[in-house]
């Protein structure tokens, strides 16, 4: 299983891998799962990640009750062992590129799941909605994907988005987590935030982290209401790096834009004060501030989304724009930073654009 190697001419400095794994390569679990392959702070991976139902939906008449099995469900490429990683260090992954593998998606009803739904743990004496697929059209062109109607001849165009609803690494405790799980390793937090040019920050929890990765959506509501994004096969160019004895209890995010940290919980408010209490802590210390006094400026500043509020966990993404904060300040020992420096070196040596670019 070894990883394919590229080098590029005239960036000897620059080592970059690919992998595409092959079906019986999938992860379906966060911990308890073998390494795929061992990697090195600063390679650049370029992976391959299939759709939330492991490609077997393709058109709409195909329905989850006859295409997908549980617990084969949101297939995630890895884990990858990470040279140096070690528990009480924090993992990061830049994302360099994010893009569609292929110029269609499709979305789903599934029965008893979703937020305006009856489900398995809300039950309730009503008949389970529907299931249904539609099927999306990807505009490279235009940076959009095209809407259809099933009952009627209605049509719009939504932006192309894409991002990773699933980023992880292995839990603490020996614990091994169904990827649909979002927590504190990260997981299937949904977020649109894991995005290109962003940087998420994982702790690691066990020897090498064990990151993995999957669920691409070319473009999603927020909250996931239904239960899928516009669900899609992705090519992602990441690089990681380790920041040795410090540990992010929670996922944190950075992008030029803002700092974040994504909290993972039931009911939903648990999971907004996970997010707030921890972007609070990160504000006051690293600028030296009160907690009352990053208390108050998180409050004002932030600019919080809800990821998704249809998984095991609900998850809210505390965001604190980095205008109304000073622009010296190194976050995470400035490891964005560096990462993105690398992010552009790769870029220009293979004249690529990413696809949805911040901004």
């Known amino acids: 299983m070894a990883m394919d190697y590229r080098p590029v001419p005239g960036h000897p400095d620059l080592v970059v891998r690919g992998f595409h794994p092959t079906p019986d390569q999938y992860a379906w679990t966060f911990g308890g799962v073998d390494p795929v392959h061992t ?4 390679e650049v991976l370029e992976l391959y990640t299939e759709d939330c139902f492991a490609g077997r939906i393709r058109g709409v008449g195909d329905l989850p009750a006859t295409s997908i099995e549980f617990p084969f469900i949101n297939p995630q490429t890895g884990p990858f062992f990470v040279e140096g990683a070690e528990p009480g260090d924090t993992l990061a992954i830049h994302l360099i590129d994010v893009a569609p593998a292929r110029e269609w998606a499709v979305s789903t009803s599934v029965s008893l799941f979703g937020a305006l739904t009856s489900t398995r743990i809300t039950a309730s004496l009503q008949d389970p909605l529907p299931e249904k697929t ?3 059209r990807v505009l490279r062109e235009e940076r959009e994907v095209l ?10 165009r ?3 988005q894409p991002f990773h609803g699933t980023i992880g690494v292995a839990p603490a405790a020996f614990e091994v987590r169904n990827v649909l799980v979002p927590d504190a390793f990260g997981g299937n937090m949904d977020s649109p935030e894991v995005r290109a040019g962003a940087t998420v920050y994982l702790g690691v929890n066990v020897p090498g982290a064990l990151f993995s990765l999957g669920d691409g ?7 996931e209401a239904c239960g899928a994004a516009v669900e899609g096969a992705m090519n992602t160019v990441l690089v990681v790096d380790v920041i040795k004895h410090m540990y992010c209890e929670w996922p944190r995010l950075e992008s030029d834009e803002a700092i974040m940290v994504a909290g993972s919980c039931r009911p ?3 999971a907004f ?52 904060l000073p622009r010296d300040v190194p976050w995470m020992s400035g490891t964005h930073e560096g990462l993105r420096r690398v992010g552009k ?4 040596a293979v004249q690529r654009t990413p696809v949805w670019s911040p901004g």
Do not use: C
């Open 39 to 42: 990697v090195r702070p600063g």
């Open 134 to 136: 539609w099927f999306y």
């Open 147 to 156: 809407f259809q109607a099933l009952d009627s001849e209605f049509e719009t």
């Open 158 to 160: 939504f932006p192309l």
């Open 217 to 223: 959506h070319y473009t999603m509501g927020e909250g």
């Open 268 to 270: 939903l408010e648990d």
């Open 273 to 324: 004060r996970l997010a707030h209490t921890q972007v609070v802590r990160w504000v006051a210390g690293d600028l030296g501030l009160s907690v009352m006094d990053a208390y108050q400026l998180v409050s004002q500043a932030a600019r919080s989304r809800i990821a998704n509020v249809v998984d095991p966990n609900y998850t809210i993404v505390a965001k604190v724009p980095k205008r109304f």
């Open 345 to 348: 070196e790769y870029l220009a």
